[in-house]
């Protein structure tokens, strides 16, 4: 596609409940990452896919939070167990390759709000 | 960790007068780079640094990377109400992971 997509743009959902965010990156870029901003921060790195498998997955918080790319494409994070500290904005980016010097190209993010 | 910290968290100015954002790694970096986030968008990039010392333009903004490549500065002359947004420095130390800074919000009064 043109850009990196993001579904759903907002998601609302109640402690303790299942919640699955989805990104689509620019067409042909093996490297994705998943970046979490709350309000006032900059984003804060989750993990990282070079093709179908995590390459970095150093900044997922807890075992609640895992991701998956299964065809080196669209990439699924998946939080478990909601909690409210979990709310903040999910971004997810790609860049061409992984290489160092790249452009990483955000998408425009999930809001979760979890009540 | 690595840790980056950016000063100042925000800026008012006036339109016309300059502004500078200045970002400190905790650790040597192999390169960093800048994003601007407008209000309710997604950060979009700017530039990226690699070698000690350098210094690059792009029209009104300037970027310099610190000779120990630990330390970097955004300067804006002259803002504009376009330049309203939040700015992000990125580094890398090593691998593809960036760490961002918790960015500088600027204002900009016409």
């Known amino acids: 596609g043109a850009g990196v997509s993001q579904t759903p743009s907002n998601k609302v959902t109640e402690k303790g409940k299942y919640v699955e965010l989805r990104c689509d990156p620019i067409?042909?870029?093996?490297?994705l990452y998943w970046y979490r901003q709350s309000l006032g921060q900059g984003p804060e790195f989750l993990i990282y896919f070079q093709g179908t498998g995590a390459a970095d997955d150093s900044g997922l918080p807890n075992d609640r939070f895992f991701a998956v790319r299964p065809e080196g494409s669209v990439s699924t994070l998946k939080i478990q167990r909601t909690e409210r500290g979990d709310s903040a904005v999910y971004l997810c980016?790609?860049?061409?390759?992984?290489?160092?010097?790249?452009?990483?190209?955000f998408g425009p993010g999930t809001r979760l709000l979890v009540l | 960790g690595q840790q980056v910290m950016q000063i100042p968290q925000y800026q008012h100015v006036q339109e016309g007068e300059d502004f500078t954002t200045y970002c400190n790694s905790s650790?040597?970096?192999?390169?960093i780079q800048w994003y601007k986030q407008r209000p309710g968008g997604h950060p979009v990039f700017l530039i990226q640094?690699?070698?000690?010392?350098e210094v690059k333009k792009q029209k009104r903004l300037t970027f310099q990377f610190g000779e120990a490549k630990k330390n970097s500065s955004l300067h804006i002359t002259a803002t504009q109400t376009t330049d309203v947004g939040t700015y992000f420095c990125a580094g890398r130390a090593s691998g593809s992971r960036l760490t961002f800074g918790e960015g500088t919000q600027l204002t900009v009064n016409p």
């Open positions: 980016a790609s860049s061409s390759n992984g290489g160092i010097g790249e452009t990483q190209y």
């Open positions: 650790t040597t970096l192999s390169n």
């Open positions: 067409s042909g870029h093996t490297a």
């Open positions: 640094l690699v070698k000690s010392g």
